[in-house]
């Protein structure tokens, strides 16, 4: 995969950008799971921003940041299409990711990521915090990244 086919945005709740997102978010983290989204879940993240990568005009990987307070982020829902798993996608996505909350005066990012996903955020330069904890029946660990650093 060329990285130079790649671009990243921020999606507009509602584009069709936003609703492949869904669909990517659904197959990737839900469906594994025997979960679906609710529509009340969806409206809820009309306040959430939702960043992409687009590869040939097709999603190809998400992550959702939820504002919370003191210039705070929580990300959630990080999905990356299957076949482009392992190609450095995900780390580019953080990467882009980070580097916007940075630009718009953001201090810290928190996570509740899946045990699998540990290794990778650690790889990121996230830290764990407290005890391995289960959530969606699914053992996740909270982790933090200070961007002030």
């Not at 097709?58 to 299409?81: C, E, H, N, W, Y």
Request: aromatic share 10%; net charge neutral; with cysteine.
């Amino acid at each position: 995969m060329s990285p130079k086919a790649l671009h990243f945005e921020v999606l507009e709740f509602g584009s069709s950008f936003q609703m492949e997102s869904i669909a990517l978010r659904r197959k990737i983290l839900r469906e594994p799971l025997g979960l679906d989204f609710s529509i009340e879940e969806l409206n809820a993240e009309f306040a959430q921003i939702h960043i992409a990568t687009i590869e040939n005009k097709a999603v190809v990987g998400i992550l959702l940041f939820v504002p919370t307070k003191d210039k705070s982020l929580k990300m959630r829902q990080v999905a990356v299409m299957e076949n482009s798993q392992s190609s450095g996608i995900g780390s580019q996505l953080v990467a882009f990711s980070e580097k916007w909350a940075i630009a718009n005066n953001y201090k810290t990012i928190e996570l509740h990521a899946r045990k699998t996903a540990v290794n990778f955020y650690l790889k990121m330069g996230y830290q764990t915090i407290g005890h391995e904890f289960m959530e969606v029946n699914v053992p996740h660990f909270k982790m933090m990244k200070d961007l002030c650093i």
